[in-house]
């Protein structure tokens, strides 16, 4: 018996797969349940399992093809002997064609721009002409040559492609940014109190609970405390409708070797702030090693970017689609502010809320970003 193996649809958003890495090659015998290939889809890589107990009869969807759902990219069969049948597929050499037809192009060239061309070994038809007519003429011939001049003087620097999940958020952010009118808040935090109560809890339970505190789960506690204050912010926005989640899901957005990955820490409202600081390990380190589940990177309806350890003191970061709102978190910084009429110093933050104003107004984020301030200039608040 063969049996189909087709790129499934991990995610309701997935459209189509990239195979990075099959775990089992033509002529393996492989148990139902067991890995068999590696794909990368619009959130994480994740491994793919066999449906079905037999030997890899054929591969026919190579490691760095992008795949469509449903599509076939294998097949497992009883024995090597077992035909199979597959789809013939007519094979166009695009390089071939489009070499011939780009003999066939006229190019309009002034004579001295041809000759110079000739001399400098360029190829006319790649420049754009700036003459009458699209005409190319010795200036634009002169301009490419300064060009090639400049790049034999520095040394060229590496390329590569994206990865897949670069190639979503590059996508992503592109859409957000022309779709989404964003509109941004920013406000200083006093993180005096916070940062008292993270020295008290690491003295007296980071032994005990075996767990590093950082700002950062301060953040995220400060983040769904509000967000259950203001669930129209706990919010995604489809087709014209505005989808008001009851669990209160925070995407943390972090840096990996693959690229920007923002995995998620589930009922952050429900949890203490130990319970989700061992969330924040758990997820950042799947991250960095490649290993999240779907449901880690899944089911966010808002999202925390804290560039606070890089030194950087305030930045916008870019709405993720379909949520509503991102929160962008710079360094803890000491600096004199005025406290009762008295300058004392103090270690200051600078937030930054950006909103969709298709469903977030003015007024709304403001009271949402006061909520998360009041959170973290008063953190016995997270104790109720």
């Known amino acids: ?177 022309k779709q989404i009118p964003h509109f941004y808040l920013t406000s200083e935090v006093n993180f005096l109190e916070a940062v008292k109560l993270r020295n008290d809890l690491l003295k007296e339970f980071e032994k005990e609970k075996g767990i590093r505190l950082s700002y950062t789960d301060l953040l995220i506690k400060a983040c769904a405390r509000a967000l259950s204050k203001f669930p129209r912010i706990n919010s995604h926005f489809e087709e014209g409708e505005v989808i008001s989640f009851s669990r209160i899901n925070i995407g943390l957005a972090t840096t990996t070797e693959k690229g920007l990955i923002v ?31 779907l449901e880690e990177v899944e089911g966010a309806a808002f999202t925390l970017s804290n560039l606070g350890m890089m030194k950087v003191k305030v930045f916008i970061g870019i709405i993720n689609p379909p949520q509503v709102a991102l929160l962008a978190t710079g360094e803890i910084k000491e600096k004199p502010v005025v406290v009762k009429e008295k300058i004392v110093v103090a270690p200051i933050m600078e937030m930054t809320l950006s909103c969709d104003h298709r469903v977030v107004d003015g007024y709304l984020g403001a009271k949402f970003l006061q909520e998360v301030k009041r959170g973290l200039e008063k953190p016995s608040l997270f104790l109720i």
Do not use: C
């Open 263 to 293: 995995p998620v820490i589930k009922d952050a409202d429900k949890k203490d702030i130990f319970q989700i600081a061992k969330d924040r390990i758990d997820v950042v380190n799947k991250a960095n090693e490649n290993k999240l589940s």
């Open 1 to 177: 018996m063969v049996t189909k193996v087709i790129m499934p649809r991990l995610g309701e958003t997935m459209e189509e797969g990239e195979i990075i890495k099959w775990l089992k090659k033509e002529g393996d015998r492989v148990k139902e349940g067991e890995p068999l290939l590696e794909i990368a889809t619009d959130k994480a890589n994740m491994e793919v399992e066999a449906t079905t107990s037999g030997v890899v009869r054929k591969i026919v969807a190579q490691e760095g093809e992008v795949i469509a759902v449903a599509e076939i990219i294998a097949y497992i069969a009883s024995s090597m002997d077992e035909p199979i049948f597959l789809k013939e597929e007519k094979k166009v050499e695009t390089e071939t064609v489009e070499k011939a037809e780009k003999e066939f192009i006229l190019i309009k060239a002034s004579p001295l721009a041809k000759k110079l061309a000739k001399e400098k070994k360029i190829d006319l038809s790649t420049i754009k002409g700036t003459g009458p007519g699209g005409r190319i003429v010795k200036e634009d011939v002169l301009g490419i040559a300064k060009e090639k001049e400049a790049k034999k003087e520095g040394i060229p620097l590496a390329k590569r492609s994206l990865s897949r999940i670069e190639k979503i958020m590059a996508e992503r952010m592109q859409e957000s940014k």
